[in-house]
């Protein structure tokens, strides 16, 4: 239950009423995994949908049909093994703190994708249907420090499942040993029973398109006409203090507002708090507390804190105050904004690049932008941003 005193605090669903759009992909969802159950083919079903276009909402509501008919006997679910999968540790904190406020859902039914994997191969059962939230997040290679040693953790999951629900955005692959490209998830998915829908629709940013356009722009090395003012507070900050002052002013009237920052400051997993520094703003990065029941974004302790791509990828927040540090720049001579990948502090992103047969400046650069559109995507009130790199916040500021 949610105290009268969180309400406004609150980013949990469930279930929220549905669009159109996502009921019928629900509907299409289930009609297209009882039809496959029925007839005993191993099928796939894509969803596809960049940030903001409700995916997650979608996984919660399904996945509530689906466990709600699995009790009935006379349904084709009924009795049958199903699972979500989320390679985000943030994310299925979130979903088993969902699970454990529901009547319907099992927090035993939220796994991580290597955890899923080592126990199924160890059962005689397959799973029934198993789905698959930031789809983008799975492994695509041997990975020992999660405990994953086989090739590729889709090709598991399609082993030992009989119906995979995949749910996947190519802009928010953040790693190479995740790195997904178009060719290869088609090449893993086949052609044979696999079905493709897309979400369209934004629910997050409440802001004109000049917004949205705004950001895809800057996303894609373009910088774009400031967005005319409206009731989403958009604006390109020249105090990084100020901006600060400005998010917990926020976090006071609205709830959900935070600092965020690219991966270009130094930070390590040992314990020891680690700062963000930019302009005149020095604040520490978030901390890891895997401990925590609540997930980074849901705690209010972290308004001293600047939170990274990694933590908080999947949630809403009303206001977001982003730091963009100095792997984004912008060269004058060339009049255009540049991404210097050899200053990104999560060099460890790019590991295994050399595996790949690719660019690998270009798959870099690529993983870059897609941590600044996660970034970039999370706010639905106001978007604060500040740019260390001065040529880049000079350009910013023009407009």
């Excluded at 009935?72 to 406020?101: C, Q, W």
């Excluded at 650069?365 to 600044?372: C, F, H, T």
């Amino acid at each position: 239950m949610v105290r009268e005193d969180e309400k406004k605090f609150d980013i949990t669903w469930p279930v929220h009423k549905l669009s159109c759009e996502q009921k019928e992909i629900e509907r299409e969802a289930l009609d297209f995994a009882k039809s496959k159950l029925d007839k005993g083919q191993k099928a796939i079903f894509v969803i596809e949908g960049q940030a903001g276009t409700g995916k997650s909402v979608l996984v919660t509501a399904l996945f509530n049909e689906i466990q709600a008919a699995c009790k009935d006997k006379d349904s084709i679910f009924g009795g049958t093994k199903n699972y979500v999968l989320v390679n985000h540790p943030e994310m299925l904190k979130f979903y088993k703190r969902i699970a454990g406020e529901s009547s319907i859902l099992l927090k035993k039914n939220f796994e991580r994708p290597t955890s899923f994997i080592n126990k199924i191969q160890k059962s005689a059962e397959k799973a029934d249907v198993v789905i698959v939230d930031e789809a983008h997040l799975l492994l695509t290679k041997k990975d020992a420090y999660n405990h994953f040693y086989q090739e590729n953790q889709l090709q598991e999951i399609l082993k030992n499942a009989k119906i995979v629900i995949l749910i996947f955005d190519n802009k928010q692959v953040l790693k190479a040993k995740s790195y997904w490209s178009k060719q290869k998830l088609a090449a893993i998915l086949g052609e044979d029973n696999v079905k493709i829908r897309h979400l369209q629709k934004q629910f997050r940013i409440e802001a004109n398109s000049d917004v949205q356009d705004w950001i895809n722009g800057f996303c894609n090395k373009k910088i774009c006409c400031l967005p005319e003012k409206q009731k989403f507070d958009f604006r390109i900050m020249n105090d990084s203090k100020q901006m600060y002052e400005l998010i917990k002013e926020h976090e006071v009237t609205a709830g959900l507002s935070r600092l965020l920052a690219t991966y270009d400051f130094p930070y390590r997993l040992d314990g020891n708090d680690y700062f963000v520094k930019a302009g005149t703003l020095s604040l520490r990065w978030d901390r890891s507390k895997p401990q925590e029941s609540l997930a980074w974004a849901e705690r209010t302790d972290t308004i001293d804190e600047v939170g990274s791509v990694y933590t908080i990828q999947g949630f809403d927040l009303n206001y977001a105050g982003v730091i963009l540090g100095p792997s984004l720049g912008y060269d004058e001579q060339l009049s255009k904004l540049v991404v210097r990948s050899e200053l990104y502090e999560d060099q460890a992103a790019f590991n295994g690049l050399k595996h790949l047969n690719t660019n690998i400046k270009a798959v870099k650069e690529r993983l870059i932008l897609n941590a600044l559109n996660v970034l970039l995507t999370r706010a639905r009130k106001g978007l604060y941003i500040y740019a260390v790199d001065k040529n880049l916040q000079k350009k910013l500021l023009q407009g």
